[in-house]
């Protein structure tokens, strides 16, 4: 299997940035993907890195290090809605599905 | 338009029975996807469907696994003979090609009594 690690439960206050990290080991990366999903729900696209380097959506960044095999999602101006699991996913060249992390749980406090 | 569309929404079944689950997606997708997700945990890939071809089944978990995509849009998972691990979410997504977000459905939550 792919080894995709990711912290199990993370808790941030609202109104702080919040950065969830993922590290990958798997032959063949082609690019990652985060998604949110909250409790009962649809897993809902976020972002998704193929090249080195941040990318900005609103209050939502991704990070990639080909290299380091890592990544992370820095959510700044915590919202309370923003609770719910944070799922890292790879693609693999030659495989069309996503590989999926346990997902990491994240709590936002008043 | 509509997303992806999953029915039933919630399955209780007893062991031994089989269960059918479908799968609308998003019109004009080509790519379908069924995953399945244990509390807790991300998801895992069953079978990847493009068009009506099933392309990939490496991940149903046994024979009594079988999902279908006769026309290329709607897309039903059997499961036949049903055991309480086959309880879980299954989620269907769907997609426009190869690297593009996969838009999930609701999911089918399956409890096998």
Redesign the interface.
């Given at each position: 299997g792919q080894n995709?690690d990711q912290p199990t439960e993370m808790t941030a206050t609202e109104g702080a940035i919040v950065q969830i990290n993922c590290t990958y080991q798997t032959s063949g990366f082609?690019?990652l993907?985060w998604?949110q999903q909250h409790a009962?729900?649809?897993?809902?696209?976020l972002s998704?890195n193929?090249l080195d380097g941040l990318e900005e959506k609103g209050r939502f960044s991704s990070f990639l290090s080909r290299s380091k095999g890592y990544s992370y999602l820095l959510l700044k101006e915590l919202q309370m809605k923003d609770s719910a699991s944070y799922?890292c996913?790879v693609?693999k060249t030659g495989?069309?599905?996503?590989?999926?992390?346990?997902?990491t749980r994240l709590t936002v406090i008043p | 338009g509509a997303g992806v569309s999953q029915s039933p929404r919630y399955k209780v079944a007893k062991r031994g029975q089989d269960v059918a689950l479908r799968c609308d997606p998003i019109s004009g997708h080509v790519s379908l996807f069924w995953y399945q997700q244990a509390l807790g945990q991300g998801p895992e890939f069953l079978t990847y469907f493009q068009n009506e071809a099933q392309l990939d089944k490496s991940g149903l978990p046994s024979d009594r696994f079988f999902a279908e995509r006769p026309e290329g849009s709607v897309s039903t998972l059997k499961i036949q003979r049903t055991q309480q691990e086959d309880s879980a979410v299954y989620l269907c997504a769907s997609s426009y090609g190869q690297n593009q977000p996969q838009h999930f459905g609701d999911g089918t939550r399956l409890s096998i009594l």
């Open positions: 995709i082609n690019g993907f998604y009962g729900e649809a897993p809902t696209f998704y193929v799922l996913a693609t495989a069309n599905n996503l590989f999926f992390g346990t997902g | -």
